[in-house]
């Protein structure tokens, strides 16, 4: 096949010419990221060899190899993995799927500035391209194990890559740089000087599993002498989940965590766990201290590496912790495994389930730590992850207590600082037996609703409650340490017996006075409300839309329906503000005149407000606005 010139994808030149034109301070980065590539792909070589003994490969000796040519000036980075097809070097190489990266790019260009764009490729990495960082040319030339003709591509970086099958290439990816011109006033970045590659080594790449080599610097002029020269093994290949903990230091810690977790920023957390006994295991976990980008995508990466006695079996391995844990990164390695094991054995397997349980309190218990010892800590993790934790009160009933105990919130007792249940609870007013909240989509939103007036007015603290799966826990959840979660747009709110100071005399007065008007106004909305009744939430406001205890709010319904499921439409309940003007001008209104043509209309224009003052749309907004408008021109 002749040698064939394609062009890069719009997003992949677009990464490229960041590269090209990077103002990352941290160039050493792009061998850690070539490192890393090899790495996988000699652990893919042996998983594959083990599935399928039949495969042609040559797995004697997995090893990363560094080659530096000074007098060329280039670094070349080989390992003897399993290689790429022609075709896949076109798609992984010549493209950018990940859709992770298309997001960097957008981000990328609202960033504009260079400070803002080298935080970005800190957040990000970008693999295979940072090579680019350091060279004007890279070829790549790989084979796959199995296959009897390599490929061979190259690019300049500059919109265009070629490709062409070669006959003679080995086993593996060999990827050589030719380094820019060495810069005379920046000595340290030198990258054919064997000193520099072995410090970037030892620092980012220490724990690879793999033998990383150099070969020594004048291969040729030694060749003359007897003996063959030596390799130099770079790394000490000690996993460090299995060292003493006094002898890693935070920074070994990190590196491997960026490399597993495909960060480039430090983790907010590393949590360590050895257990003995018949079921021995080493886990080494991270808290990042960003969400990842997939975090909700349905086909986001999830969990965390899974070994077997140091040999590494499989990513993503979601058995080991729960799916509301899935941002969590790390190793477990476990003693007596199988290497074959398959993730349909691992879900059924009782020690796995011993294990993830094992796990997930620790990881509970860290955030736990975090939020008595280091309150900034926490609240990034509760920023960053909060909403993703939250499902496992819906989903993990054995752990709810101590989800709950380290769940913050907004609250109407602080502007910005969100609160814990503990300190709610602690805030309580006297004889307060409920926790209240409010669900709904912005803090502002919330604040201004109708229900919350009465609690204003008494000053009762109200937790403020956005995140889409709010809606779902805490109807889930019932109570905190006996104290039960009252949602204040559901039910029967009274709050005078809790104050005390109860006038059911004048309440029960006050509704037999209003008896016909509400009984004829529920027969007027039948369609929508089930029950009309005087509220004692409201203090400024006419009415206002409430839910029974036990239904769906309008924000779950919609939610269901989202998702495809049929859910009944849910008639609400109208609440009206008896000592309002105008509520007391509607009841002096029915109890005057038979003719009740406009008290009809004024009943469907203060249904239509509440439904507006949830946040919700009257039923026919059309004719909502026509009978508003013509009582505002009748009011000139
Ligand atoms: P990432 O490593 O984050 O997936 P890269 O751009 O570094 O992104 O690499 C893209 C893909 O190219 C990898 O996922 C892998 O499938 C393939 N690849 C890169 N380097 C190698 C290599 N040395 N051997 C085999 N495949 C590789």
Known sequence: MPTETFEFQVEARQLLQLMIHSVYSNKDVFLRELVSNASDALDKLRLEKLRH??????????????????????LTVRDNGIGMSYDEVGQLIGTIANSGTAKFLQELREAKDAAGAEGLIGQFGVGFYSGFMVADEVTLVTRRAGE??????????????????????????????????????????????????????????????????????????????????????????????????????????????????????????????????????????????????????????????????????????????????????GVVDAADLSLNVSREILQQDRHIEMMRRRLTKKVLSTV?????????????????????????????????????????????????????????????????????????????????????????????????????????????????????LRSVAKGRIDLDTEQEDTSDGDR??????????????????????????????LTVSPACIVSDAHDLTPALENMYRAMGQEVPRAKRILELNPDHQLVKGLNQAYKDSEDRTELAETTELLHGLAVLAEGGQPKEPARFVKLMTDRLERAL
Not at 220 to 232: F, H, L, N, V
Not at 382 to 411: M, Y
Request: negative net charge; charged residues 35%.
């Open 148 to 329: 009897s003709r390599g490929t061979r591509w190259s690019s300049r970086g500059e919109g265009t890559y070629m490709l062409e099958t070669v006959d003679d290439a080995p086993q593996g990816t060999s990827v050589t740089l030719h380094l820019k011109p060495a810069d005379p006033e920046n000595q340290l970045h030198d990258y054919t000087s064997p000193w520099k590659i072995r410090e970037i080594i030892k620092r980012y790449s220490d724990f690879i599993t793999w033998p990383i080599r150099m070969l020594p610097e004048d291969s040729a002029a030694a060749g003359e002498s007897d003996r063959a020269p030596e390799p130099e093994t770079l790394n000490s290949m000690k996993a460090l989940w299995a060292r003493p903990r006094d002898q890693v230091s935070e920074d070994e810690y990190h590196e491997l965590y960026k490399h597993i977790g495909h960060d480039w920023r430090d983790p907010l957390e590393t949590i360590r766990l050895q257990a003995e006994g018949t079921f021995e295991y080493q886990a080494l976990l991270f808290l990042p201290a960003h969400a990842p980008h997939d975090l909700f995508a349905r086909d986001g990466k999830r969990g965390v590496q899974l070994y077997v006695r140091r040999v590494f079996i499989m990513d993503d391995c979601e058995a080991l912790l729960p799916p509301y844990l899935r941002f969590v990164k």
């Open 368 to 484: 736990k730590d975090m939020m008595t010892k280091d309150r900034d800590r926490y609240d990034t993790f509760w920023r960053e992850f909060g909403p993703v934790l939250k499902e496992g009160l819906i989903t993990d009933s054995e752990n709810r207590d101590a989800i709950l105990a380290v769940a913050s919130f907004a609250s109407t007792h602080h502007d910005t600082e969100p609160t814990t249940l503990e300190q709610y609870a602690e805030r309580m007013k006297d004889g307060q037996e409920a926790i209240y909240y409010l669900t709904g989509e912005s803090r502002q939103g919330i604040e201004n609703s109708p229900h919350m007036e009465a609690f204003r007015a008494r000053g009762i603290e109200v937790l403020l409650l956005t995140d889409p799966v709010d809606e779902v826990w805490a109807d889930a959840v019932g109570e905190y340490e006996g104290k039960k």
């Open 53 to 74: 003994d039949s495969l042609d490969a040559d797995v004697s000796d997995p090893h990363i190899e560094i080659d530096i040519d000074k007098d060329a000036r280039t």
């Open 508 to 537: 029960e007065k006050q509704t037999e006075e209003y008896a016909g008007l509400l009984g004829w106004m529920k027969e007027q909305l039948e369609e929508d409300i089930k029950e009309v009744r005087l509220s004692s939430r």
